[in-house]
């Protein structure tokens, strides 16, 4: 049973450039989590979403960030015209509808802005 | 607002002694749960242990264990029989019912050495 799917592992993108982060949950998961990890911190909550639906983004910047969870298909973390502040760990986390508070990681994508 | 709050950026132990990491938290719910994750150098966020708040038992894994104190809002960890695997970044967690997302201590960076 394939763990919570992270793609891609490494991206680097120049100053304007925009990155998209994808999560796959756990098997039979349909809640979604991302966070953010800046260096020597700890995690940041940033959007909570459902198939289909944004349940909670109050952790997301107002500008240049979105995320989606589609019904077919990976959760997408889209950042638009990126700036060297956007260089972080990203992680996506999944649950099921049993047991919210248990959530399984993914192992992160690491953002370089140039 | 809830919050979580380790005081020891950094720690060291000797392989096969014991160390204890320390968290804090804020909150005024009644019904939550508390979580240790490790982080090593492979970025991975793995969970370590679990604590119902309702229980008043500690929890146990193996080699690590808790010291839930409710009442002094303390959620510390135990590590038994140090070993050199355990070196690490060990975040502390707290997720409450009122919101659908963890929220993380800044960490402790743990080095076992040999």
């Known amino acids: 049973n394939a763990g919570v799917m992270q793609n891609p592992r490494h991206l680097v993108r120049r100053r304007g450039q925009e990155a998209r982060l994808r999560c796959s949950p756990m098997?039979?998961?349909?809640?979604v989590y991302w966070y953010r990890q800046l260096p020597e911190e700890g995690l940041k909550f940033m959007v909570y979403?459902?198939?289909?639906?944004?349940?909670?983004e109050s952790g997301m910047p107002k500008e240049r960030f979105s995320a989606e969870f589609p019904k077919e298909g990976p959760s997408i973390l889209r950042i638009q015209q990126v700036v060297r502040g956007d260089s972080a760990a990203y992680f996506c986390?999944?649950?099921?509808?049993?047991?919210?508070?248990?959530?399984?990681f993914g192992p992160g994508t690491r953002l370089t802005v140039t | 607002a809830q919050t979580v709050t380790q005081s020891q950026p950094e720690m060291s132990v000797q392989e096969a002694e014991t160390v204890t990491l320390s968290c804090t938290y804020d909150t005024s719910e009644n019904n939550y749960y508390l979580f240790w994750y490790k982080q090593p150098p492979s970025r991975q966020m793995i969970l370590v242990i679990r604590q119902e708040a309702y229980k008043q038992q500690n929890a146990t894994e193996n080699r690590f264990s808790v010291n839930f104190q409710k009442a002094a809002k303390s959620f510390s960890l135990k590590i038994s029989d140090s070993q050199l695997g355990d070196t690490a970044m060990y975040f502390c967690?707290?997720?409450?019912?009122?919101?659908?997302?963890?929220?993380f201590g800044k960490g402790t960076k743990l080095s076992v050495k040999p």
């Open positions: 979403l459902q198939k289909e639906n944004i349940i909670d």
């Open positions: 098997k039979g998961h349909s809640h």
């Open positions: 986390a999944s649950s099921s509808g049993l047991g919210f508070y248990e959530q399984y």
């Open positions: 967690a707290y997720y409450g019912g009122s919101q659908g997302n963890l929220i």
